[in-house]
């Protein structure tokens, strides 16, 4: 099953693991790449979704992000990597032609949100026009989720 190569990385109780992309590569890349069959990635929301529950269900945090920016912030941020010798390492061919593709994905991640929005494992669409605000905001949702679900309950006064 596709979710297993995740499974094999989820941490044990305490600890953390950050995926980067993940599981959602079914219903987006997968999709718009025309590298799955249709029956296979419409099914894999349902997946996911159970996959989720129980993860949370067994106390398991989980904190999804998607990372916004407009096409034009991706398309400077592009040629910047282009022209940066330290950072030309990050840009190939399948980021232009991805990038040709951007309507097929913005589809694909609006029936994502719409089909994996749930309760348990709420989506947080994070404004990432300016890097550092993405980052802060990823940030400070993890520290108060953290602090929410670590928490110890308050005693009753008398």
């Known amino acids: 099953h596709f979710l297993w190569r995740f499974w094999k990385h989820l941490p044990p109780r305490g600890q953390i693991t950050i995926f980067d992309r993940s599981w959602y590569g ?6 718009v790449e025309r590298l799955t069959p249709r029956e296979v990635w419409r099914a894999a929301y349902d997946e996911i979704n159970a996959f989720e529950e129980g993860l949370v269900r067994d106390g398991s945090i989980l904190l999804k992000f998607w990372m916004h920016l407009s096409k034009d912030e991706q398309l400077r941020r592009f040629r910047e990597r282009e022209s ?8 190939g061919v399948e980021d232009w032609r ?8 913005v589809e694909a991640a609006e029936e994502m949100f719409d089909r994996t929005d749930t309760a348990r494992a709420p989506w947080r669409l994070v404004e990432s026009e300016y890097k550092w605000v993405g980052r802060i905001k990823v940030m400070r949702e993890t520290a108060d989720a953290l602090h929410a679900a670590t928490r110890s309950p308050r005693k009753k006064r008398r």
Do not use: A, Q, S, T
């Not at 079914?26 to 999709?31: A, K, S, T």
């Not at 940066?84 to 840009?91: A, E, L, S, T, V």
């Open 98 to 105: 991805n990038r040709r593709r951007w309507g097929k994905y």
């Open 26 to 31: 079914r219903v987006l890349v997968e999709r």
């Open 84 to 91: 940066n010798p330290f950072k030309r390492w990050k840009i």
